[in-house]
Nanobody
């Protein structure tokens, strides 16, 4: 069974930084893309950043220049470095992975990690 476990969330003041981690129970090479999403109270879950198997990245406009997604294939981990945090970044952050084929075919979500940015 594929599991994704996030960590690294917490309470930080505006302007501060956090680094989120998402550890997969299988090789992340099994996935064609891994993403970070976030969901604020009363809002929908929105895509924040994506990294492909080849290392290509994409970001939602509101985090460009502040957030960086990266991965470590040896540790089977994807990171989200978040700098210059704003109160609007407060949300539960989720990791998602997609396996397009093979024995692990499907989409997988982690349990989420809370990020709270105080003003």
């Amino acid at each position: 069974q594929v599991q994704l476990v996030e960590s690294g969330g917490g309470l930080v003041q505006a302007g501060g930084s956090l680094r989120l981690s998402c550890v997969a129970s299988i090789s992340i090479d099994s996935f064609n893309a891994m993403s970070w999403y976030r969901q604020a109270p009363g809002k929908e879950r929105d895509l924040v950043a994506t990294i492909t198997r080849r290392g290509g990245t994409a970001y939602v406009e509101s985090v460009k220049g502040r957030f960086t997604i990266s991965k470590d294939n040896v540790k089977n981990t994807v990171y989200l470095q978040m700098n210059s945090l704003e109160p609007e970044d407060t949300a539960v952050y989720y990791c998602k992975a997609r396996a397009p084929d093979g024995v692990y075919y499907g989409e997988y979500w982690g349990q989420g990690t809370q990020v709270t940015v105080s003003s």
